[in-house]
C-alpha cells in the first residue's frame, strides 16, 4: 500500500520560492509512477510534474524553467523546487502515485484516474 504526504506550502510575494516534499510510503522508486498535480479554484486538477520511471522527468509547459522535481530514495522523499513563482502559480498542491503495470505506456501518458494513492494536498499561495 502506497501513503503519501505533502508538506511546505505557504504564501508567498511573485517571485518568491518554495520548496514542497513529500513523503512516501511503499512507493518503489523506478518501478511506480509518481507525480505532482495541482488545482486552482475554479479550474480542473492538472498535471505538474512527472515522475518517469527512468528517472526523466515530464513538467507542464507552465513551469518549465521555474519548478524543478527531485527525490532523495533514503528519506523516501520527492521534492518540487519552485522559483519565480507567479500569482498564475496559487492551487493546493498534491503528489500522486500509482503500481505501474507492463500495459501501460510512460508514466506521462496516464490519465489522472489511474492515480490510485493520492495525498492530501497543501495549499500554495501566491501574492502580487
Known amino acids: 500500500q502506497v501513503q503519501l504526504a505533502e508538506s511546505g506550502g505557504g504564501s508567498v510575494q511573485t517571485g518568491g520560492s518554495l520548496r514542497l516534499a513529500c513523503v512516501t510510503s511503499?512507493?518503489?522508486?523506478?518501478?511506480?509512477?509518481i507525480a505532482w498535480f495541482r488545482q486552482a479554484p475554479g479550474k480542473a486538477r492538472e498535471g505538474v510534474a512527472i515522475?518517469?520511471?527512468?528517472?526523466?522527468?515530464d513538467y507542464a509547459d507552465s513551469v518549465k524553467g521555474r519548478f524543478t522535481i527531485s527525490q532523495d530514495s533514503a528519506k523516501n522523499t520527492l521534492y518540487l523546487q519552485m522559483n519565480s513563482l507567479k500569482p498564475e502559480d496559487t492551487a493546493t498542491y498534491f503528489c500522486?502515485?500509482?503500481?505501474?503495470?507492463?500495459?501501460?505506456?510512460?508514466?506521462?501518458?496516464?490519465?489522472?484516474?489511474?492515480?490510485?494513492?493520492w495525498g492530501q494536498g497543501t495549499q500554495v499561495t501566491v501574492s502580487s
Open positions: 500522486a502515485a500509482v503500481r505501474y503495470q507492463m500495459a501501460w505506456g510512460p508514466c506521462v501518458t496516464l490519465p489522472q484516474y489511474r492515480y490510485a494513492y
Open positions: 515522475l518517469e520511471r527512468d528517472g526523466s522527468i
Open positions: 511503499g512507493y518503489t522508486y523506478g518501478a511506480d509512477c
